[in-house]
């Protein structure tokens, strides 16, 4: 019995220390965002919601909106398909079937810094790898941190070879669930490839691509390294993102309520969506089977 409580105990002191982690800086950055300050020491001046409308008004704050969904949606989608693609092909039996899987996840485990100065050195204009590649069949390469189209595509092409491995291992592991009895079935009955990865493949995968949907747009819509490290938002705020405005106005332009606002502004939007999202596509379907 004193065991018992003793683990009680300890789970309950777990769940307050994590609430505390999580839930202490959420707060103070929710507080702060009625205020006027100008750094974490200085004094605060109370504002209300000043700092919200100003957020509101300011088209840089939609125009980073509509870029962070850009960006996320196309992130999103080339991950899942790509992630689709190669867990089906890597599901499959045959020689170096391990070692090509461990293969296949390691830019997961890379450094967000890393990947992001190694895509700097292939794509530079001046020495870049690519430059070299290119010039050596008569072509040059423009500087593709110019361009808002150049620069976008390469923050999504970065963030898919980072996380589609994510996706590879989740959706891998989903299709270990399948009974192989239905495919055995579906061919005696005469089904081709396509249907059934349509009508057995895609309706197994249901439960883990909603979760790995939903985590990959929470993700992807709160990147901040992979954006400041590329393009630090640039060209002319065509990459600024929420989470990169906020950074630029908490501590560049030393507007921490400013700043807070933003941050706050772009957590209740992520959690609408996240809540409609939910809706929709319930993690939990067994209702929807009956």
Request: proline share 4%; aromatic share 14%.
């Amino acid at each position: 019995m004193a065991q018992d409580w003793r683990i009680v105990t300890l789970f309950i002191g777990s769940i307050l220390v994590l609430g505390a982690i999580i839930g202490g800086p959420l707060v103070y950055a929710i507080m702060l965002s009625f205020y006027s300050a100008k750094s974490f020491v200085g004094e605060l001046q109370w504002v209300g919601l000043a700092n919200y409308a100003k957020a509101i008004q300011d088209p840089l704050f939609w125009q980073s909106f509509a870029n962070g969904l850009m960006i996320a949606l196309s992130a999103i989608f080339l991950q899942v398909v790509l992630g689709v693609g190669i867990a089906l092909v890597l599901n499959r039996r045959f020689f170096g079937q391990s070692v090509v899987r461990a293969v296949s996840i390691l830019p997961y485990f890379l450094p967000t810094v890393v990947a992001c100065l190694i895509a700097q050195w292939i794509l530079d204009p001046n020495y870049g790898l690519l430059k070299s590649l290119l010039a050596s069949f008569g072509i040059g390469i423009a500087d593709w941190s110019s361009q808002a189209f150049t620069a976008r595509g390469t923050i999504v092409l970065v963030s898919v070879w980072l996380w589609t491995p994510f996706v590879v291992t989740c959706v891998l592991a989903g299709l270990q669930t399948i009974p192989t009895q239905l495919y055995e079935a579906a061919r005696v009955d005469g089904a081709g490839p396509w249907r059934q990865f349509w009508h057995i493949t895609l309706p197994g995968l249901r439960s883990v691509l909603v979760v790995v949907i939903l985590l990959r747009g929470i993700w992807m819509f709160n990147k901040f390294d992979l954006i400041w490290l590329l393009t630090k938002g640039g060209p002319l705020n065509q990459t600024e993102t929420l989470p990169t405005l906020a950074y630029r106005k908490s501590f560049l332009e030393f507007n921490l309520g400013g700043g807070a606002a933003v941050a706050t502004i772009s957590f209740l939007i992520l959690a609408g969506v996240m809540l409609i999202y939910l809706r929709l596509f319930p993690i939990d379907d067994t209702k929807q089977e009956r």
